[in-house]
C-alpha cells in the first residue's frame, strides 16, 4: 500500500511540474514532433511507457504529431531541428515583434 501511495504521489508531482510546459507547446501547435527520451518514470522506460505515450500524450492530449525513440535520433535530425525550430525560434520571433509593436 505505502509502494502504491509512493507511485501516486510521484505522477501527481509529475504531472504538476513536467508535464504543463509540453502540454501547453502541444495546445498551440508549437511542435510537430516528439522524441521520447532514455530515462525511465516509475520504472518503466520512456520510449516503452504506455501511460505518457499513449494514455497522457495521444488520448488525453490528442496528440497527432511524430513520436520518436532516440535510439536512431541521428536519421531524424532535420525532424528534430523543425521542431526546435518550430517550438523555440518562431514562438521567440513572434513574442520579439510583439513587443516592438507594443513600443511604437
Not at 500500500?1 to 501547435?29: G, H, N, Q, S
Amino acid at each position: 500500500m505505502i509502494i502504491y501511495c509512493i507511485i501516486l504521489f510521484v505522477i501527481i508531482i509529475f504531472r504538476a511540474t513536467y508535464l504543463p510546459v509540453w502540454k501547453k507547446l502541444i495546445d498551440e501547435k508549437a511542435i510537430v514532433g516528439i522524441m521520447s527520451g532514455i530515462s525511465a518514470v516509475n520504472g518503466i522506460p520512456s520510449a516503452a511507457n504506455k501511460y505518457l505515450l499513449t494514455d497522457v500524450l495521444r488520448n488525453e492530449w490528442n496528440f497527432t504529431g511524430y513520436v520518436i525513440s532516440n535510439e536512431f535520433h541521428f536519421f531524424f535530425s532535420f525532424l528534430l531541428f523543425f521542431s526546435f525550430f518550430q517550438a523555440i525560434v518562431i514562438p521567440y520571433l513572434r513574442y520579439r515583434v510583439l513587443f516592438i509593436l507594443q513600443q511604437h
